[in-house]
């Protein structure tokens, strides 16, 4: 109807133009004539794009009608994997659980890979929708992941202490974290407090779990004020 009204339009347009010139000059006959003619053609031309667009129109209409419902396409293409909306619905929580999983590096990466791989061969992973982020763009991440070593050895030397040592960066840079260190050598340390150089200690990894719970203590830690000394 927009095209409609926009052919009528300027159809009124060039007639009231043509009018309103009229009035305003003194045609003679044939100058009149040549205005009617060009005003004649350029309605013709109006009327071969007006029919033109109808049939453009028309077409588009028959198609609209054979196209199938956005929700018919989606139900076909789901029933080619055997699965159903719910199906496909669980299995994008899944994936999105997994991808938060190794955007964070959850450790252990093997089970994560393991995760990965359940999901590769579900044929679900085949829909548009998953197959990049399934089979490529998860997969490089995990293999660029480096997962560092469940425990690594270091070396006393004069001056350490248990706070110290956890305090490091290369460790936990937590110093609270040091009970993790300590519990890890009990065979080597009898008094927390007496450490000596060369002593090899094992540093193991925090869980995720221990990192909360050790950054939660130095948030909430106050220092003492200091003694307030007799005048």
């Known amino acids: 109807m927009k095209v ?79 699965a159903t909306k719910a199906d496909v619905d669980n299995f994008r929580t899944k994936l999105d659980a997994l991808t938060k999983k190794i955007d964070n590096k959850e450790a252990p990466k093997a089970d994560r890979q393991a995760e990965l791989d359940g999901m590769k061969k579900n044929k679900i992973s085949a829909l548009p929708e998953f197959f990049d982020k399934v089979h490529n763009q998860l997969q490089r991440k995990l293999d660029a992941w480096v997962e560092a070593p469940k425990e690594i050895n270091y070396t006393v030397v004069k001056g350490d202490c248990l706070w110290n040592i956890a305090k490091k960066k290369e460790h936990y840079d937590n110093p609270f974290a040091w009970p993790i ?49 007799a005048k």
């Open 4 to 82: 409609y009204k926009y052919l009528f339009g300027i159809i009124a347009l060039i007639l009231l133009s043509a009018n309103v010139f009229a009035q305003e000059q003194e045609m003679t006959k044939e100058e009149w004539q040549n205005e009617i003619n060009r005003l004649t053609e350029r309605k013709a031309s109006l009327t071969t794009e007006l029919n033109a667009l109808k049939k453009e129109v028309a077409d588009l209409k028959a198609t609209n009608e054979k196209l199938q419902s956005y929700d018919d396409c989606m139900k076909e293409l789901y029933s080619m994997v055997g």
């Open 181 to 229: 260190i300590y519990r890890a050598n009990r065979d080597k340390i009898k008094n927390p407090d007496l450490i000596y150089p060369k002593q090899v200690f094992k540093i193991p990894n925090l869980t995720e779990e221990e990192k909360a719970k050790y950054d939660k203590i130095r948030r909430n830690y106050k220092p003492a004020p200091p003694a307030q000394t």
